[in-house]
């Protein structure tokens, strides 16, 4: 089964708008963490934001948010004022299990975002 | 922020030859280190979980005497892709995670088995 899903293959947004990748997640255990990476053509991972499954706020970074909905299992990221520069793959992840030092990251397919002028 | 580093960021061999890629992390102790795999346009595939120290953990289907894995400190792990064919061409990942649970990733290396 599936464990991270993005529903969006690609995302076209005018520049300054604000706009919204969907993830959805399913797991059974209870402590989970969930993260979002971005990927430019260059192809490095870069991390922009994590929400843990007992965080009772969601977690904002800078121009980044997590509309984290833990009973529907969504994450989804939430970039606001868009820029020319924010347009790049963005990876869903979610981890299992925490305490325990770093665990295996499982990843979504995907949501290629581009800004338009 | 955390800051990882991957050499090379490119290679091009002959099949049947030896490939080793670095992974260092530059500014912390990664205490764990994950290797993984993209394909053009697909995501990312977890091949393998290596802990300072340790013999790397493989996920099903990927073979370790293909794709040796060695973490011998806390800023390297190394993987060695052996008698390398075309079907191995890939981009290639690192991630290195020290006391907290975010992964910090390498630029890749790309493979190019001829």
């Known amino acids: 089964a599936q464990k991270i899903t993005q529903t969006q293959p690609g995302m076209f947004v005018q520049e300054k708008e604000a706009v919204t990748l969907d993830c959805t997640y399913d797991t059974s255990d209870p402590s989970y963490g969930l993260f979002w990476y971005k990927q430019p053509s260059s192809g490095e991972m870069i991390f922009l934001i994590y929400?843990?499954?007992?965080?009772?706020q969601n977690a904002t970074e800078g121009r980044y948010s997590l509309n984290f909905q833990k009973a529907r299992k969504s994450a989804n990221l939430v970039i606001s004022a868009s820029q020319l520069g924010d347009s790049a793959m963005y990876f869903c992840?979610?981890?299992?299990?925490?305490?325990?030092?770093?665990?295996?990251?499982?990843f979504g397919q995907g949501t290629r975002l581009t800004i338009n002028p | 922020g955390a800051v990882v580093s991957q050499h090379p960021s490119w290679v091009i061999c002959k099949s049947g030859t030896s490939v080793k890629i670095e992974c260092r992390s530059l500014d912390f102790q990664a205490t764990t280190m994950f290797w993984y795999r993209q394909f053009p346009k697909q995501s990312l595939m977890l091949m393998a979980t290596?802990?300072?120290?340790?013999?790397?953990?493989?996920e099903q289907g990927v073979e370790k005497d293909k794709f040796l894995i060695n973490h011998a400190s806390l800023t390297l792990s190394t993987l060695t892709v052996t008698s390398a064919h075309p079907e191995d061409s890939s981009f290639y990942i690192c991630?290195?995670?020290?006391?907290?649970?975010?992964?910090?990733f390498g630029p890749g290396t790309r493979l190019t088995v001829l």
């Open positions: 992840a979610m981890r299992e299990g925490m305490g325990q030092g770093a665990q295996k990251l499982v």
């Open positions: 991630s290195g995670a020290g006391f907290t649970d975010t992964q910090y």
């Open positions: 290596s802990n300072e120290g340790s013999k790397a953990t493989y």
């Open positions: 929400q843990g499954s007992y965080d009772q």
